[in-house]
């Protein structure tokens, strides 16, 4: 997230995961990526978002668990400090009270009022969303898809990621690596090329991995060099596809609006 956070976290970045699987993040680290520098302040905004919970007849303290953490202050003495644990729906509540003039704030609530929602959304919702909503929504339905590709990709025995990635990009993208592409796009170094594409063009990505996913499975594959084969085949028939559709992802540098290229990190 480098146009809104200074030290490049995104809102996926500072998720935390507990012993029992499920997410959650830090109101500290949640305050640092929305740009308010008095924690102060901050609390402020938190103390709005229970209210809002409140008036909603939901649990406060499911959502906003009160959390003492160990602080060093620069003569390394040790102070105890004030923290939160919040869940995404807490975080959600947070964007919708911050200061709405802050354009991290705008791209918070977006983010977050699309990841509340139901996994699943029906045809008829997802036509409603604006383009930044399905940007949103595809995004965070390529990085899940991504994980279980990942998983099932090291079962077949790969190892090197990055070449197995690439095999994918390659046949969808006549050829390009994933530099190659972020190149094309006019993208900083180290900015994901999957944070920088529409909604069309996430489906088309998303439509890969599943479908190599399921290859994989499909054909026990059990080797690098054939899972890389197969994925760079699945980008094949899935860019033949698109190409007959009308589109042509790999011609110019589409969908790389400059708000977007904020949300989101890694694979």
Known sequence: MKEIDKNNKSFEDIKHIDENGIEFWFARELQIVLNYKEWRKFENVISKAKESCKNSDINIFEHFVDVDKLSKRANNAEVIIRDYRLTRYACYLIAQNGDSRKKVIALAQTYFAVQTR????TEKE????TEDEKRFY???LTRKGNYSLNKTAKNAGVKNFDKFHNSGYKGLYNGET???????K?????EDILDNMGSDELIANLFRISQTEQRLKRDKIDTEKEACNTH???GKIVRKAI?????NYARKPTY????????????
């Open 138 to 140: 595809q995004r965070d």
């Open 186 to 190: 006019g993208l900083r170094y180290r």
């Open 256 to 267: 790389a609006t400059k708000e977007f290229k904020t949300i989101g990190k890694g694979k």
């Open 178 to 184: 994933a530099d190659d592409i972020a190149r094309r």
């Open 118 to 121: 139901k996994q699943e959304i």
């Open 232 to 234: 760079k085949k699945i």
């Open 126 to 129: 997802y036509s409603m969303l």
């Open 243 to 247: 190409k007959e559709a009308g589109r």
